[in-house]
């Protein structure tokens, strides 16, 4: 018997270490369950996803070149979409099917990309439509699991989503939020099932043992991100956010060197988070903060298994990226979330830690420093707790592949 074909689908190859691990995750679940499946993955950047995940994978959309702006090339912009755009993507639909042909899965694996708020319509909720629309036509079963939800604010774009996930097979939401956030613009969601983030899925074999402690006092990881504020529909970022931000993040810095911590600075985007913590370092040293050797440390990192080993040098963790504070989780780390996005409130509340969240927006180091003080406090008491609450996701995660895999008949 020929193997089956399972495609994946989703915003991967972009370098944003978060949705990397998710895809490791269900790509290593999977084959446990289906060790002679044939793996492709329908992604953004297709040879990084390829060098990562030593799997074949193509672009998700037809590539060409950017259009022109400008009111003297506004009937040039048009017509390109009437003579070349519109025909291209007819193309594309083609050799999608083509693509598609003798495929039995096509799965669509967490990650935010449920949503329009950076894309408008014609970004991530058409080529959701549009995968989704060849995968039925081809007889694959379609395959939504643990999928972030929202914002969606265009009405095209929600009549494209709910349009796409009634296509489906099966389908489950990495937080009650979500869930909830589909019945609120009209979508039956009867049958549905919520399930933890499918990062807490991946091998124990990823997981570095924590390193023998060297010090007097604890390390502590805190984690940067490319915030401008609250999402804006049109995309429009907020540099006085960011300026504030950074700001906060320094003083606060300057006060756990000033109490003697060793501070280990991360990130979890690679394309984004890179010149925040560039920028971030800049402003350190104009301030003259933790000159003494080793008392910050701030090394590149473009992989998970890289950032998992910088996770384990700490003991504390402070993050704003939501992977970053799942990987700490599943080091047993103590964490803080600074949240700008309720996936972050969810994935607290759901832990029973809604004390060690914090808004994101309008932070100040006063409020930083008094909820460090308490997770400090509370470290030992809190890692035998999470210890037990990462093995119970763990262990729902498992019924979740068992659920998928006997609903599609594999």
Known sequence: MNPRQIIFFGNFGTQNLGNECTLHAVICNTSKRMPDARVTCLCTVPEDTVARHNVSAIPKQRCDGPEQSGERRFLAKWLRRVFFRIPAEVLHWVKGLRLMKGTHMLIVPGTGIVSDYLTGPFGWAYDIFKWSSIAKLRQAKIIFV??????????LSRWLIKTSLGLATYRSYRDIESMEYLKGIGFDTNGDRVCPDLAFGLPRRMFPERPRFRGNKPVIGVGLKDYYGPPDPDGR??????????????????WLCEHEYSVRVLIGDVLYDSSVRSDFINLLKSRGIGQAEGQICAEPVTTVEGLLCQLAETDIVIAGRFHNLVLALMLNKPVLALSSHQKLDSLMTGLGLPNYCVPLRDLSVDVLIEHFRDLEENAGRLRPYIG???????????????????SVGA
Not at 237 to 254: G, P, S
Request: glycine fraction near 6%.
């Open 388 to 406: 037990r609450k990462v093995e119970q996701y763990r262990e729902a995660l498992e019924q979740e592949y068992s659920a998928i895999f006997s």
């Open 237 to 254: 970022r907020d540099e006085k956010a960011y300026l504030d931000y950074l700001n906060t993040m320094a003083r606060f810095v300057a």
């Open 146 to 155: 643990g999928i972030g939800v929202g914002p969606i604010y265009h009405p």
